[in-house]
């Protein structure tokens, strides 16, 4: 038996939670929220459920969900799009991750990714055909050297994939990077597709740079969106992909074969939190700076090198000066001897790094942040 996915093992965020639930170490490993999802949110999706909502919805989206998924894209960041030929409702991001690169890459293509790369990009360009050329973004900026990209591109090369807010690292793509993608984009007649699951987490009053914010880059883009980072509602698994109607009826011939449609009774309850709750969304970014704020004021004292983080729920932390060992080695020390579990960025890597950088999720209430943080101070 021929392995098509010959290197791929079991997903770091699946084999630290599970080892942080084997020891009972605090989990900070795999992202997701600790607290639930929205009061109205819970008792409309109830409601939908109770009142027979509970068949097939149509493969794009419902049209409340569209409608007001158009009208938060307007809001946000004044992108007018042809209304009903844009946006594909999908069962989570990672579903439309997959969608977006069988849209565009055919056997023999290349994809430049940036590493740290999120892991479902690189098995997702190999199933589709195509090879990944990965380019590193190293500690502790993580910018993107373009000259690079430049450098990298041959005429094999369909796509690059963007990720900002960026996970693991938290840092933001600028309107300087978002001008440079979009040259590389016209002028080598490639195709993007920005990850933009963390829109709306990005702190200290910066701005999230969508693609959304420019109209020509749009023209080639595929532009992937998360409600389960927006609603705390990562176990629902709905997302979406906004993409100009030429890209969009492509990805839905897809979406249309991978799982038809999503999950009818969340989308109606979404839309109906859209509308009559906006401010949960303008309300996130200061929602999770606080907890950031706790965890970074937390840690202040112990021997971790504290990284930036711009947006996301996600924090770095430099350990050389507590230990050697690899990273892998070191959160599975950490994990199983001192009760607090992370993410080595080792994995996110084509080629091996040495440095000493692990993640933390702060997407938890502040007794588990504080009380993971004495455990680390204690390092
Ligand atoms: N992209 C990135 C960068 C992510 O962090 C995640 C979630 N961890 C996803 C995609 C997938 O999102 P979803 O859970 O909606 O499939
Ligand atoms: N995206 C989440 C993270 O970065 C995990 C998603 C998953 O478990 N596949 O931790």
């Known amino acids: 038996f021929h392995s098509k996915l010959n290197n791929v093992a079991v ?36 409601e939908f459920i109770a009142s027979g909502k509970n068949q097939y919805a149509p493969s794009i989206g419902t049209p409340e969900l ?14 007018p799009l042809n209304p009903g030929q844009s946006v594909t409702i999908t069962s989570g ?13 055919t056997s023999g293509d290349e994809v ?34 373009w000259q690079q990209v430049e450098e990298v591109i041959t005429n094999k090369t369909k796509a690059i994939i963007i990720n900002s807010p960026h996970n693991p690292t938290g840092t933001l793509l600028t309107e300087q990077d978002m001008q440079t993608v979009e ?19 990005t702190f200290d009053g910066r701005q999230h740079e969508s693609v959304l914010r420019f109209p020509k880059l749009f023209e080639r883009s595929l532009v992937v969106s998360s409600f389960g980072k927006t609603f705390h509602c990562t176990g629902w698994k709905l997302g979406y992909c906004t993409a100009p109607p030429e890209l969009t009826d492509e990805f839905r011939k897809i979406h249309q074969y991978v799982t038809f449609a999503s999950f009818t009774p969340a989308q109606l309850g979404i839309a109906k939190m859209l509308q009559q709750e906006p401010s949960h969304i303008t309300e996130l970014a ?7 704020d706790c965890l970074v004021n937390a840690l202040q004292d112990s021997r971790f090198k504290l990284l930036n983080s711009q947006g996301t729920y996600f924090l770095l932390v430099d350990y050389s000066e507590i230990s050697q060992k690899s990273d892998r080695d070191f959160c599975h020390w950490l994990t199983k001897e001192k009760g607090v579990a992370a993410i080595p960025l080792s994995p996110f890597y084509e080629n091996q790094t ?12 502040e007794n588990t942040l504080l009380n993971a943080a004495e455990k680390l101070c204690q390092l």
């Open 112 to 145: 430049i990714v940036f590493d740290p790369a999120y892991d479902s990009y690189e098995p997702a360009v190999a199933l589709a055909g195509g090879r990944c050329i990965h380019i590193p973004m190293l500690a502790p900026d993580y910018k993107i050297d």
């Open 11 to 46: 997903s770091i965020f699946t084999e630290m939670s599970m080892l942080a639930n084997q020891h009972g170490a605090i989990n900070l490993s795999q992202g997701f929220p600790e607290f639930d999802t929205p009061e109205l949110l819970k008792s409309t999706v109830n």
């Open 354 to 365: 040495s440095d000493k950088i692990v993640r933390l999720c702060f997407a938890k209430n």
């Open 286 to 292: 200061g929602f999770y700076q606080s907890k950031r």
């Open 66 to 79: 569209l409608a007001q998924v158009e009208q938060l894209i307007h809001r946000q960041y004044a992108m």
């Open 93 to 105: 991001a990672t579903e439309a991750l997959w969608c977006a690169i069988q849209t565009l890459v």
């Open 183 to 201: 040259k590389l984009v016209w002028e080598n007649d490639l195709y993007l597709i920005s990850d933009e699951v963390y829109e709306f987490i």
